[in-house]
């Protein structure tokens, strides 16, 4: 795996290649049933993967530390088993107990991120670190904290939205949630769509590693408000408009601003957030979007305890988790697709052109699921003209970052037509219906390139969604001895609607 995050897509326009790209402090005794729950399929027994250790212990040297996400399990104690059964025996090694085992010995080590609904626990250590955290008792794993960047390379009349909109289809009453480096929330294309906002970075708006709230997530560059614009841009007039113009907006920036790039420990922070809300408001999240990721060297699954966890549990709450391809290929290779797109379950996402070739630059391989469009695409920008002024805009990009939120989209449309459908059923869907692109690279893959309105025709609809009443404000409960953030704007009353919203949209033209 690559230490580089990229976000998929590129500023420069054509076909140009890209390399752009504690929630509680914690764990709550009642997360731990549903973490036996998720992993009962592993026996206590059960052989550790393939982890990053060794790599690590080269990264960090003689008398460096390297960033990384721990994991595992250990027996229960005879005093454990007293106070209360833990189902198969089980614990997650996510509480102080195991750090402090680790602090007393000779060790640097420091805690960064916990989770809610993830057994990992982000940590810098050095060598010794490393091989204390091995030497605990149980199944321990240490994995690399990647470093993710953006990745850039129109659209919605390209994939068939326009037939679903006519049947009343644009997402009223879902959201997607868009892990970025942010947006500009008061864009005409988004303005008055934002149900949530946060941010898990180096450095917040608030000048700290977390913020939930308005302004949490401040645009870090353009890339999360042209992705946004895509999955859900909002009718400014009559030719603009994204894929789902009804949808509302969950932003979380994970951009880090005192250096490049995305680390995978915030990623992982705004996942389990995303769980968190899907569980507190059940049937609104209509997908997840991540156009940014890592190249990889092989074709296939990437396996990894902590990215695997994070895929089954967004199945289990029925949120499907789309990710850009990565844009790392040549015109007569294609190189695998990256990381995290490749974690099974996931859905990755390639591009094509306007003329329904697959784009030069996209992945593919084996695990590649879909294609979108991703050459040329317009959506919104936004440029910082210092002094705290916006300079609100539309530009082309390219990438499989602009493929992916295509995909976003037409899940969270697709779940409002079947809201009692899984994603496994959505995706059967979506690769049934849409054209087959074929792929005549080294390494390439056919996959089908989406077309939401054949999709929605295929699932046969009972009636039109336009009845749904759009999604409010979403809050979390404050954390434990923290303050609960700026408080949310009043959410709307039923069956209102931003004033500048409109009942007709045309698909995004170049």
Known sequence: MAHGTKTKGASSTGESRVRAGRWRPRVRRSFLAAL???IAHLPSSAPALADDFERLLRSAGSDGTVSALVTGWRPVTGDEAARGSRGNGLVAITGDEFVKRLEGTSARVAVTRRYENFPVLAMEMDRAALRAAKEYGGTVEVFDDPVLEPLLDESASLVGAPRAWRRGYAGRGLAVAVIDDGADTRHPFLAGRTVFEACFADVCPNGRPE??????ALPAGSHGTHVAGIALGG???EDLAGVGPELRLIIISVANRSRRGMSGRNILAALDVVIT??????????????SLGASRDEPGVCPSRVWDLA???FREVGVPVVVASGNDSEEDRAAPVGFPACVEGFVSVGAVTKGKEVASFSNSGPTLDLLAPGVDIQSSVVKDEGGGRLERGFDSWPGTSMAAPHVAGAFAVLKQASP????????????STGPQIPDRRS???AARLIDVGAAIERLGPAAAGSSAVPVPQLTLEPKPGGSPGPKPEPAPGPGTEPA???KEWKAITG
């Open 36 to 38: 036996v729950v998720a």
């Open 311 to 313: 895929s089954r549990l």
């Open 235 to 237: 009718a400014v007039d």
């Open 211 to 216: 913020m939930i709230g308005p302004g949490a």
């Open 500 to 502: 500048k919203e409109k």
């Open 277 to 290: 809300l899907a569980r507190r408001y059940p049937g609104v999240i209509g997908a997840v979007n991540m």
């Open 420 to 431: 009692h459908s899984s994603v496994e059923e959505l995706l059967r869907v979506l690769e």
């Open 443 to 445: 390494g390439g893959r």
